[in-house]
DNA sequence: CGGCTGGGCCAC
DNA sequence: AAACGTGGCCCAGCCG
């Protein structure tokens, strides 16, 4: 009684001083603008000046863009329209600045165009390029230029194209789509170019060719004989490129490119939201055949780079993988997948309903506040409610909510509202908005986003639909969508790679590699480590942490055991399989001698500046095991028992460096582990790819790779030969030590599957 | 209103 | 003092 009285007032005082803080800043408001609107004087502007720079809480951006319009201002370059100032206005000037400097580096980039720079406007004029083109040996610099980013049956189209010719040094701009200008119409120059654009034999290079060879195909063009794309190429090369955007790799790479570091973007140019259509052909012109002229110079920049002798390897990687790949990637973007609008319906339908009846049921028991705010929720479980806080973090995730279920019921609510409407918002009311007239959706592949060397996928991402999104895609009538997937792909690299035997044997043997691996782990008979049983789960879980570098201290918490015991459990299996740990140290000294790891197939990833934080790292690391008598490092050195053995400076020393070196070493291993699947599952993908080729008639289409699974559209017809055929293109993919293996699965809808024999017994 | 960050969560 | 690798994307909340 007490405490609920004490409660409502602490409550109620709350509100009252929210009000008043309210009404005291509408008052404030009140009174800043009559202040204003009388106009300040200069004095009083320097005064104001001076403080907003001295604000401590500008960013650096901020600061740096108000010092060059106080220095704007001083020079009288600028004047504010308003009779205040402020920060914001200060802002604003900026900006006005800038757009004023901007009109003057236009001006000056066209009146200094190159004179072999030449705008296209006749056909007589077009006749010469494709004069140039037939006589050209090298490979060209080819670009488009579009109204926007909507192209694979979207709303943008192309508005020009960009065209350099190495030989003769010339460059072009076509435009084709501007609002203003004398133009030849695109079906016209299309045709003129198609046996161009369209020709393996043209060698082409691109900057993200991938989107250009949509905007082709959109005018009905298929875009072939891309010898380099200089952003995959650039990214084969350094996969920690800052920036893979054109103008920053040219201004980064200036010098050796052989031009001066002055390359504006065109937002820089031309502001934000400009649509290409309505910039001027002259000053198109000259924006667009630079570009070309740049990807070209940095093609041929790439490309001596990939002659060094120890990047031979990267160099196939990128010629005789990446490249080709880059034709499926293209492949699969526009291929799609189909919709499903009856089962969007009945899904969103039952969905709603289900939020509908937690939301109703979530406001009764926390009140009516937004349950998709942490915020919000924080205040209700753990200051209203008084829950426990079991993560120590005031957290709301999945993974607090779960415990906190266990003891209080209604918490439970919170989870299935959150997977509903996560469900609905990510997936379900979202992926139809993006069906296009083709009844399809296309999501992207980008080749260059990872640092491991798989595809990631955007707008929208098809590598992250959980299993109930899936069902919304389907086969078209009288076809089925394959998906084949690698089994179990980085325990077996992990085995080929370790050289360790008895990691081996399961897969030669065809025995379950979980269950196997628990018997011999926790030395019990393997008929007690069977599909569900406790041991096998365990070790999945084991081997997933011993691939991923996972602590002792969140396996222990994942697996629901203590800390030491989660440590005999991978000590026992290291003693089992002492090859796996002999791999993971000999990485820890090969990165840090190298600053690089390679997968199996040549892939890089470096890590730069490692080496002196390995260093001290293994210096302090052997002081605290000397000083400790042990071989191991403590699991935590900050642990009451060391207190007086390890000094404070050492461990904050150590504490200085653990954190960076151990996640670069996590990584390193991971990436090649990934990093070899990931060049197994593309030269898969080259593979299906080309048994699509073989079947195009039937209408074959690669879909999509979800990492360790390729997804395939054919007609419901297909042969068990032909089935074979997929699974020999995957399983031909690489020659490990242990078999790889694949499963197939034959969906009418994505993610409701029908084994192969199954499948082939009904038909 | 758009950009950004943090918390959270989906996939492999 | 911090605890698992690779990604993309949603919402809330804040800022200018």
Known sequence: MNQQQTFDFGWGEMLDKEKEVKAKEAVEKVVKKKKAAKPMTREEMLTKWKEILSNPKNSAKDQERLKETFEAWKAEEIFPQTPKLSKAEALRMYARLAEMRKGEKLRKMVEETPD??????????LDWVC???????????????????????????????????????????IPVRHDEGVQLSPEYVMQKLKRFIADKHKPKVLHNARFDAHVFSMEGVRLRGIKMDTMIAMWVLNENEASYRLKDLANKYAKFLGVKAENDTFDQLFGKNTPFN???????????????????????????QL????????????YELENPLLDVCIDMEEAGFLLNHDKVDSIREELYKDKEELEAKLI??????NFNSPQQLQE????????????????????????????????????????????????IDKLPVLVKSTGRVYGQFVQNATATGRFASKEPNLQQLPPKARTIFKAPNGFVIIGSDFSQIE?????????????????????????????????????????????????????????????????????EITVEEAAKFIDDFYDAYPKVEEWIRSIHQQVKRDEYVETMFGRKRRFPNHKQYAEVYDELAAEICRRLGTKRLPSNIWDNEFKDVLPYDLKRRFQNVKGKVERVRRQAVNAIIQGSAA???????LNLSELAYKYADEGWKVLATVHDEALLEVPATITKEQTEEIEAAMTGAATLEVPLKVDVAFMREWGNETKKNEWFAAA
């Open 278 to 304: 309505q910039v001027g052909l002259k000053y198109a012109l000259v924006y667009a055949a630079k570009d070309t002229a740049l990807t070209v110079k940095l093609a041929n920049f790439i490309d001596q």
């Open 491 to 559: 325990p077996r690299v992990l085995a080929h790679i370790t050289g360790d035997e008895e990691l081996r044997k399961p897969y030669k043997e065809g025995y379950d590699l979980y269950s196997t691996l628990a018997a011999r782990t926790f030395k019990v008979p393997i008929e007690e480590c069977g599909d569900g049983s406790k041991y096998r789960k365990m070790m999945k879980v084991g081997l997933l942490a011993v691939m991923y570098g996972t602590s002792m201290f969140t396996l222990a918490n994942q697996l």
């Open 116 to 125: 072999n720079y030449h705008l296209i406007q006749n056909e007589e004029q």
């Open 131 to 173: 004069e140039l083109w037939d006589e050209e040996q090298e490979a060209v610099g080819l670009d488009t230029e579009t109204d926007g980013l909507d192209i694979v049956h979207g709303s943008n189209k192309m508005v020009g194209l960009s065209i350099s010719f190495p030989t003769k040094d010339q460059h072009v701009y």
């Open 364 to 369: 009764a028991e926390f009140g009516d506040i």
């Open 380 to 427: 209700v479980l753990y200051d209203v409610k008084k829950y426990p806080d079991v993560s120590g973090k005031r957290s709301t995730d999945k993974q607090t909510l779960k415990k906190l279920a266990e003891q209080f019921k209604p918490v439970q609510l919170l989870l299935d509202y959150r997977k509903a409407t996560k469900l609905l918002s990510s997936f």
């Open 679 to 685: 060049d197994i599952m593309k030269r898969a993908m």
């Open 307 to 318: 002659n060094r002798k120890e990047l031979k390897k990267i160099r196939s990687l990128y």
